[in-house]
């Protein structure tokens, strides 16, 4: 479990984050959504260490990371595993290579079981046979599952996931959302997913925070966000055609059919 | 300003060194890094430094014959003026302005897109020290390179003089030949080799820290590849004048 306890973070003297505090939970997906420009960004990199916040805590199971000394956080950045809005790949390594990269790096297991371990997780991703190719000759959405999988290659207790549907289509986004939340449930990670996509809002949101304007304005999950009387919250999930009439079957029949009800 | 901004750029540097010149994480992965690089960065410049070294070798000979008309000075002249100024400048100093176009830009480009594509975020959040993962294989491999082409320059320039020689009537070969070989000063080539070192480690941590400090797109990129190459360029010449005060007086 991740606690975040007032965080904030300025830049220049203007203040990005107020108090934001938040309860990541171990086991679900959690979603920090808000408008572009909200601070989720900011929030998320505070988690991971990227930005110091100006005060605040962030508890990893009551390690606060803010505090903590540099060689610490270099052993608590083990236990995470990060999934980049552009994958982040390295350009240089196959697929493959990408996915071994954090067994050779930080452990001390045989060539053969750091195989092993790669294999399973490109299988895990239904990556199999694409081991040799380069990130530059693979879809943009396979992009995405080699990401996933060298993100859980070292088993990590947290995985942190910015914009992982940016630049998919709906179909792939649908596809990357039902790993994430496979992967979060099957090995009880505490997963933190910043986005932007309403169907992710609504098809995997176990623990959704809402963002606005620097402050958190909403916590709930997915059928909660339905029924909310928030406005701004209102405004930004429901903000086209389509997700309105979605809310409005919803709140007439009181249920709606989720992925995890298939 | 101008003051304050260069001393605030040389304090981020020597911090950046400092984390650079940090014990590897996997001594393994950066001996292969490093092997990796002497490859990419040293061995495939070879054939840029060849065709120069011959080229500019050639014009330093037929410049000598031409400028060196008097009856008083000795015809061996221009092999000892060609060899002197290959071993002396040539070999190191200008053959280190060219590589730092190639190798610097190739080096603060490649660093640059990394850190816009977030895969310097991706190293760090792994818990790698990504400045030395990324940057201390490159400096090493360059500088240990480095000797080695300036020795393939001093050798490649002499090849360029010696087919003028063979090839027109300016200078006999006998003459260019025993040029190259009067009042030798072995001195002159652990000079070149010398200060060859202190460029390569110039041009490789320089462009890198250009490049690791890129913020934007594709366009910084190019931006951080220029400042690279023009920093390094000038700080080659800045050390150029007080290495040879240091070292031949």
């Given amino acids: 479990m991740i606690e975040v306890k007032d965080i904030v973070k300025s830049f220049d003297g203007r203040t990005v984050l107020h108090d934001v505090s938040a309860t990541f939970y171990t086991g679900k997906t959690n ?4 408008q572009s420009g909200s601070g989720k960004t900011v929030l998320m990199k505070s988690l991971v260490g990227l930005l110091q916040p100006d005060s605040g805590s962030i508890l990893f199971d009551g390690r606060d990371i803010v505090t903590m000394p540099a060689h610490e ?4 950045r083990k236990e995470i595993g990060m999934l980049f809005q552009g994958s982040a790949l390295f350009d240089s390594e ?8 954090p067994l050779v790096m930080f452990t001390d297991k045989s060539r053969e079981e750091m195989l092993d371990r790669a294999h399973f997780c490109i299988r895990r991703v239904n990556l199999t046979g694409a081991e040799n190719k380069y990130p530059s000759e693979i879809s943009g959405g396979m992009q995405k599952r080699v990401a996933i999988a060298r993100a859980i290659a070292l088993n990590p207790k947290y995985l942190f996931c910015d914009e ?6 709906p179909k792939t986004s649908i596809l990357i959302d039902e790993l994430l939340s496979d992967i979060t449930h099957e090995y009880g990670i505490t997963t933190v997913i910043n986005t932007h996509d309403m169907n992710s809002v609504l098809g995997i949101g176990e623990n959704i925070i809402f963002i606005n304007k620097g402050r958190r ?4 999950d997915m059928t909660q966000i339905y029924t909310t009387a928030n406005e701004a919250l209102n405004d930004f999930v429901f903000a086209t055609e389509l997700f309105q009439q979605v809310r409005n079957y919803v709140k007439a029949n009181g249920t709606v059919k989720h992925q995890d009800q298939k | 300003m101008l003051i304050s901004n260069s001393l605030a750029t040389f304090g981020r540097y020597c911090l950046f060194m400092k984390r650079v010149f940090a014990l590897p994480d996997r001594w393994g ?4 890094r490093t092997v ?3 490859s ?4 495939d410049s070879i054939p840029l430094v060849i065709v120069i070294s011959l080229f500019i070798g050639a014009v330093i000979a037929i410049q000598m014959q031409l400028n060196i008309t008097s009856p008083l000075i000795p015809a061996y002249s221009v092999g000892l003026a060609t060899r002197d100024i290959v071993l002396l400048e040539f070999s190191n100093s200008i053959l280190c302005l060219i590589l730092a176009g190639k190798v610097g830009s190739n080096i603060a480009s490649e660093i640059g897109t990394m850190r816009v594509t977030e895969q310097i975020d991706a190293l760090e959040i792994m818990g790698v020290n990504s400045s030395n993962f990324l940057v201390l294989p490159k400096i090493i491999a360059f500088v240990l390179f480095m000797p080695f082409l300036v020795i393939i320059c001093i050798g490649t320039s002499l090849i360029g003089g010696y087919l003028v020689a063979v090839f027109t009537d300016i200078i006999s070969v006998s003459r260019y030949v025993y040029g190259l070989q009067a009042l030798f000063n072995e001195w002159y080539v652990w000079y070149g080799l010398i200060k060859s070192l202190f460029f390569a480690f110039i041009i490789a941590s320089v462009a890198s820290f250009f490049g690791y400090y890129v913020k934007g797109g594709a366009l910084d990129v190019g931006k951080a590849s220029t400042n690279g190459v023009v920093s390094s360029s000038i700080l080659i010449l800045l050390f150029d004048v007080i290495l040879t005060k240091l070292l031949l007086q």
């Fill in chain 1, 31 to 34: 979603l920090i959504i808000g």
């Fill in chain 1, 73 to 76: 956080v270099k052993e608590l």
């Fill in chain 1, 94 to 101: 196959t697929v493959l290579g990408n996915v071994m990269f």
């Fill in chain 1, 164 to 169: 992982p549907n940016s630049g998919l289509d």
């Fill in chain 1, 217 to 220: 304005e909403w916590v709930g």
């Fill in chain 2, 29 to 32: 992965v950066f001996g292969r």
């Fill in chain 2, 36 to 38: 990796a690089e002497v």
């Fill in chain 2, 40 to 43: 990419k960065l040293g061995i």
